[in-house]
């Protein structure tokens, strides 16, 4: 029986029939899988819980004609029920696990998994407040992908810096030679911000005022989104009410 064996996130899942499920994972070592969880929503079942988003677990799978077939899991990361009790915390790992199955939906690699269990479990012990490590998140993910931002050199001419224009479509701050007319400035505090974020300079990030993080926040959104090609459904919904 052609079998292997993961460690693996859980991004999502889909109801199929009356008891089985449709399970999205995002694993260390084969990229993305999608496999059939049999029977996980029956009362007796053995692993249901263990297969819920959120959840990191040491699974097996036999490989089928179109989806895999999940025959054991074991968990090795409970985040789950800790990011559910909270509804800031969920909407953000909601946010998170929507931008990993987008970016990985063609290729997968070991960062990219490694960056959303640690995001997630983050998250579960309340580290930092949830805002901040969507952000963090969501501006690492984008650099494994291939389009890490500049917040000091001209993202365009790689004059140094540091420069105040950002340009989402342009790939970060940019010189006031290139910059394209009406583009908007920021401040000191907010770039510093954006940068500590994506290197994860912790006690920059916390000490961060309330406006700074909201300027942050909805650049990081507007690139996110713009670099994917598209919304991301969770985002409108992610809670940015300050701790």
Do not use: N
């Amino acid at each position: 029986m052609p079998t292997y064996r993961d460690d693996a996130v859980v991004l999502r899942t889909h109801k199929l029939g009356e008891a089985d499920r449709i399970v999205t994972l995002l694993s260390r070592q084969h990229g993305k899988i999608r496999a059939v969880a049999k029977g996980v929503r029956r009362t007796g079942s053995r692993f249901g819980s263990r297969l819920e988003p959120f959840m990191v677990v040491d699974a097996q799978f036999y490989i089928g004609r179109s989806l895999d077939i999940v025959q054991q899991a074991e968990s090795i990361g409970a985040y789950g029920a800790e990011i559910a009790l909270d509804y800031g915390r969920y909407t953000a790992a909601t946010a998170m696990a929507e931008t990993a199955d987008k970016l990985t939906e063609h290729e997968a690699g070991l960062q990219h998994y490694l960056l959303l269990v640690g995001a997630l479990r983050s998250l579960a012990r309340g580290e930092h407040e949830a805002g901040l490590t969507l952000d963090s998140y969501l501006l690492r993910a984008l650099s494994i992908a291939g389009w890490a931002p500049s917040f000091r050199d001209c993202a365009v001419t790689g004059a140094p810096g540091p420069h105040r224009t950002f340009v989402v479509q342009l790939g970060g701050v940019v010189s006031d030679a290139v910059a394209p007319p009406g583009s908007p400035r920021l401040d000191a505090a907010t770039l510093d911000h954006l940068a500590a974020l994506l290197t994860g300079d912790w006690e920059t990030v916390d000490g961060a005022e309330d406006r700074t993080r909201a300027q942050a926040s909805g650049i990081v959104a507007a690139y996110t989104q713009f670099h994917m090609e598209r919304a991301l459904r969770s985002l409108e919904h992610v809670d940015r009410t300050p701790a």
